[in-house]
């Protein structure tokens, strides 16, 4: 029998390198079953067991992080020095969530006519739907929780990038103590993706990816009452005051915007400056700019790769428009594969497309501001509110402006957002719950209270 494959290029070469199949919806009925009757066993597993295997998938990514990179960077365009990290971070999620197993507790609430105790269950079956940006880190926070907390998970990736995913699932399979605990189902979103969904015995469904799919997910999930998590889309803020170090937000700058080529959901693309030292800032962050390497993606010296493919090129490209204020136009210059280099622009309204719209690709809008009000009346007129970052050494500023911003995850004189210890996750049309930390594992359960007369 035949089999329908979908597949995968190197956005960097536009060579083909993989055929992956694309699972019927019997097969991932089938998937589901298998699923099923291993949560049945995982949950009633001594949470000793539980946090054995998650140890071993931790140590199984290390002994494999060249593989694993290499695969994510082929697949994706990622740099490999970028792609080695991210590896590196599955495994540091899994063990994180390994020690944090036996960690969750649940509340003795006294009562006159006796105690209640309460529970943190495991949900059942748990799908996880991921994007191509970040395929194997965005898997790992939701299949590390998800299996800590006594669920069994079903991960499909995104279908142009599947590859890493795919592999851990072989590796895992090795070192699995029940078959089918965690299951790997490619194919597309409509079908594969649509089958989980439908299906009464998957119990939770986690969502990263784009805000439309994202609603589509959302009402599909009330035919069968599932639980939801959701990561949607961004067009996080920067702020730069006056009072901040602006040589170090300029240098910093670069990496909140393009790096991953700014295909991030959490890319500061909105970088909002105030006016006296506007000039400064410009210059140094186009100065920090321009020392980003472009190029093949294999080699280590390498700090942007290209877009994912062809179409999102395209659909990024179409916010370039020429009647905009370019302080920096970036050249991409290799003849195959999906390039387009850094491009920085100066709107001082803050209306352009550039500026409101998520572009997902390396562009930065420049929004001078004069006062701190103003700044952050520009930073929540937005749909989104995943991310951003302040600059300040004001202590108090950075505080004042933190509590005032509608955005899920802030840093301050900082460009991250990720840490696998503290929650992550939007407001607004950003998203729905969160993931990471311990807030990510009880994402995973569903509380029991027990009553005990006394
Ligand atoms: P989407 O097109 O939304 O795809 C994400 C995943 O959903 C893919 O696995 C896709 O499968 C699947 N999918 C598509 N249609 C579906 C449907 N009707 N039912 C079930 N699953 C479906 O997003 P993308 O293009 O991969 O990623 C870019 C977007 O994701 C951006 O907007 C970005 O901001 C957002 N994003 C957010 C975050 C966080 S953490 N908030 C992280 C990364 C990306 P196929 O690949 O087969 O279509």
């Known amino acids: 029998m035949s089999m329908t494959t979908t597949t995968v290029w190197n956005p960097a070469t536009e060579e083909v390198i993989a055929e992956v199949p694309a699972f019927t919806q019997d097969q991932v009925r089938e ?66 969530y390994a020690g944090a197993i036996d960690k969750v507790h649940g509340d003795t609430i006294t009562l006159d006519e006796g105690i209640s105790f309460t529970f943190h269950e495991p949900l059942g079956v748990v799908a996880v739907i991921t994007p191509w940006n970040f395929p194997l880190p ?26 890493s995913t795919v592999r851990l699932g072989q590796l895992v399979d090795e070192i699995s103590p029940i078959e089918g605990l965690f299951q790997v189902v490619t194919g597309s979103g409509s079908s594969v993706g649509a089958t989980l ?44 005051f006056e009072d901040a170090d602006v040589s170090a937000a300029a240098q910093a700058a670069p990496w909140a915007v393009f790096d991953n080529s700014g295909q991030d959901c959490c890319a500061r693309s909105r970088v909002l400056v105030q006016r006296k030292v506007l000039d400064d800032f410009i210059d140094g962050f186009v100065e920090a700019t321009k020392k980003l390497r472009i190029g093949d993606p294999s080699l280590i010296e ?93 202590v108090a500023r950075s505080l004042r402006v933190a509590r005032a911003l509608e955005s899920g995850t802030l840093s301050v004189n900082s460009n ?14 950003s998203g ?19 009553f005990v007369k006394t």
């Open 197 to 240: 969904l439908d299906d009464p015995r998957v119990h939770k469904i986690s969502f990263t990816g784009s805000t439309e799919v994202g609603q589509s997910i959302l009402r599909a999930s009330a035919d069968t009452f599932k639980h939801v998590t959701l990561e949607l889309g961004g067009k996080s803020a920067n702020l730069i």
């Open 432 to 450: 729905m719950g969160r993931e990471l930390g311990l807030e990510g594992l009880l994402g995973f359960t569903e509380l029991k209270t027990v």
């Open 31 to 96: 998937a589901i079953a298998l699923s099923h009757s291993a949560q049945q066993k995982w949950r009633r597993l001594p949470l000793a067991e539980r946090q054995l295997f998650l140890y071993k998938i931790a140590e199984l990514v290390d002994a494999n992080v060249e593989e694993l990179a290499q695969l994510e960077s082929q697949d994706v365009g990622k740099p490999i020095r970028s792609a080695r990290a991210e590896v590196a971070s599955v495994a540091s999620c899994f063990r994180y």
């Open 302 to 394: 390498s700090d942007l790769g290209p877009l994912v493919s062809a179409e999102h090129r395209a659909s990024v490209q179409s916010f370039l428009e020429p009647q905009l204020d370019y302080v920096y136009k970036g050249d991409a210059f290799q003849e195959k594969g999906f390039w387009l280099a850094p491009h920085i622009v100066l709107d001082k309204e803050g209306t352009s497309k550039a500026a409101t719209d998520e572009i997902f690709g390396p562009v930065a809008v420049i929004i001078p501001f004069d006062t701190e009000a103003e700044a952050i009346e520009i930073a929540n007129n937005s749909i989104y509110g995943l991310s951003g970052s302040i600059w300040t050494k004001d």
């Open 138 to 163: 965005i898997a790992s926070w939701n299949i590390a929780p998800a299996l800590a907390a006594g669920n069994s998970v079903i991960v499909k990736p995104a279908s142009m990038t599947p590859l």
């Open 416 to 429: 991250s957002s990720i840490r696998v210890q503290t929650p992550f996750g939007g407001m607004k049309q």
